[in-house]
């Protein structure tokens, strides 16, 4: 199994600022993946976080909006950009070894925009 | 793309057990996960079945039937602490995303 930490835990932003998310994880992992949690609902897969090039968006979320980088088997960020109030969210980091059918969340991190 | 459906609450008793079903229609399927998450913490794993049948952990089970497109999570002994959301998650054929329902609250009453 592998532990995934993200850092903040929590932030307060203003509209119209950014906040970039970072994850690590205590070892390499094949599949790394960026997921949103808005209240009361269940997880949204963001992107997928491709080691050395350019992430994998799902359909609503572009590059712009949330830039992620990978620049190792360990380590990824999350960029919300130019925020409003509705991307007030819990963010998670989640992340999958090659042979290991489990995946891993990390322990998210709780954004508040004002 | 990947639709799953399960129901949004469930109550039950302490000690009793309860089955909560997941339904899912996909263009592709390489297995389904059970997670649990407690209010304000992450999901944690629970069980991943690939193949039809039953897989027993401990008090929890998973059934999957491929042909019917449907699972079902067992919790056997209920105890308070299971009162979480159990999330019904479908990985598509390419290994790549997961895809996740809207998950069934449980609560556990005394």
């Given at each position: ?10 932030d307060i932003c203003q509209r119209g600022t950014s906040l970039t ?43 712009d909006k949330f830039p ?11 960029t919300v950009s130019n925020m409003s109030p509705e991307d007030s969210s ?21 954004l508040t925009v004002l | ?110």
């Open positions: 199994s592998a532990v995934i930490s993200q850092k903040p835990s929590r998310i970072q994850c690590q994880v205590d070892s390499q992992v094949t599949m790394m993946f960026w997921y949103r949690q808005q209240p009361g609902q269940s997880l949204t897969l963001i992107a997928t976080a491709n080691q050395g090039s350019e992430a994998t968006y799902e359909s609503g979320f572009v590059i992620i980088s990978r620049p190792n088997l360990t380590f990824s960020t999350l819990i963010y998670l980091c989640s992340g999958r070894t090659g042979g290991d059918n489990e995946q891993f969340f990390g322990p998210g991190t709780r | 793309g990947q639709n799953i459906d399960q129901p949004t609450e469930m109550t039950a008793t302490e000690g009793a057990i309860v089955q909560i079903n997941c339904t899912y229609q996909t263009s592709g399927f390489n297995g389904l996960f059970w997670y649990q998450q407690h209010a304000g913490e992450a999901p944690t794993f629970l069980s991943y079945n690939v193949l039809d049948g039953l897989e027993e952990k401990g008090r929890f089970s998973s059934f999957l039937s491929r042909s019917k497109g449907y699972s079902y999570l067992l919790l056997k002994e209920l105890q308070m602490k299971d009162s979480a959301s159990y999330l019904c998650a479908v990985r598509d054929r390419g290994y790549q995303k997961v895809t996740f329902g809207i998950g069934t609250k449980l609560q556990v009453i005394p």
